[in-house]
Each structure stands twice: as structure tokens, then as C-alpha cells.
């Protein structure tokens, strides 16, 4: 009875992207709709930012 994994990781990989949509994908609509959801999810992610300059 064959298995219907495949044994490659590429192949697993491939078969769950085709099935997935992502978030923050491009969808055609307008470029600034797309940079400005990209930019709120970025700062929710990266969280608040120090008030006072740090040295680097």
C-alpha cells in the first residue's frame, strides 16, 4: 500500500503552500493598501519602540 506523504521536503512543502493563503500576500489591489496593512503588522510584531533614542 503506497504512502501518500511524499519523501521529499520540497514536495511536502509545495503541497501545503498550494493550500495555503498568506496575509500579507499582494493581491493585485492597490500598492499603498498593501504597504500599509505590511507596515501595521510590522510594528505590531516588532512592538512599542523606546521613547529615548538607544545607543547602538
Do not use: C, I
Not at 8 to 32: I, P, Q, V, W
Amino acid at each position: 500500500m503506497p504512502s501518500e506523504m511524499p519523501f521529499s521536503s520540497a514536495e511536502t512543502l509545495n503541497r501545503y503552500l498550494l493550500d495555503h493563503s498568506f496575509r500579507l500576500a499582494f493581491d493585485g489591489h492597490t500598492f499603498e493598501k498593501w504597504q500599509n496593512q505590511l507596515t501595521s503588522s510590522l510594528k505590531e510584531y516588532l512592538g512599542p519602540f523606546p521613547e529615548q533614542p538607544v545607543p547602538l
